[in-house]
């Protein structure tokens, strides 16, 4: 039914061979690639995604400062458009369908200027990088981040107040269920209320370690995302407890190899097993 994948920059600087024999080995469908186009291969991308039968499934954009899409200062602010515009490019080039968006970059707390000016840019942003993406079939998923990472997006009620601003088809809504945990009342509620704009859901447990390691009810999720008749992929998304989610690869290098093998094959089986257990009810 789904397919199922893991976003690769969890796995910290390890090489990417690595990552998709491990993905492969536990029966992942394919991976999502981290939004660095100009670090990146392609050729040398597709030849290891074939060698593996894998596909891409999304492009996991890294938004640091120097990409805020918010930003007051203008030549930022249009590097951080043009930023998402290679990751459509990117996209395009490995037939991923979905780039991950986060409006304001973790680690920002509060406005430069006044809360309604950035919101005002955002749209602006969005607006172009949202044409842009639309010309090229690429949907954008904003990512609604919690409020310890980041503060203009935080739930997905406000992901969708900003898309319907925006007002673009390609312009559309992912699902983090770790920041959910922190965020929203109800997984459901919250699911069902963006439902119309749901492309994209990332997987983890409240802790953010693999699902089911944790207090989240995932048979709700799951046979939430069902009845919605969600049809994009679900994307694993854990790592080890961080304040700072992009000091993770630093992390992972110490956590080792057999903790990743760990959460990568939990993740899977877990969810894995309720779905089956649901379309047999």
Known sequence: MYKYSVTQWIYG????????????KYGYDGVELAGEPELLDIEEIQSLLSEYKLECTSICGIYTAERDLTSANSDIRRRAVQYVKDCVDM????????????????GKSGPETSIQEEWRLAVESLKEAGAYAESKHVVLAIEALNRFETYLVNTLTTAKKLVEEVDCPS?????????????ERSHISALTDISPYLAHVH????TREAAGLGQTNFEHVMRTLLELQYTGAITMEFMPSVSNPYLVAAQNNESGEALLDHYTEQSIDHIKGIMNALTNE
């Open 171 to 183: 312009v559309r809504i992912m699902a983090d269920l770790f920041h959910m945990n922190i965020e």
């Open 91 to 106: 996209a395009v080039q490995l037939g991923a369908r979905v780039v991950i968006v986060v409006p304001t970059p973790v």
């Open 203 to 206: 997987i983890a447990d409240n």
């Open 13 to 24: 600087q390890e090489e990417l061979e690595t990552s998709l024999k491990r993905l492969q």
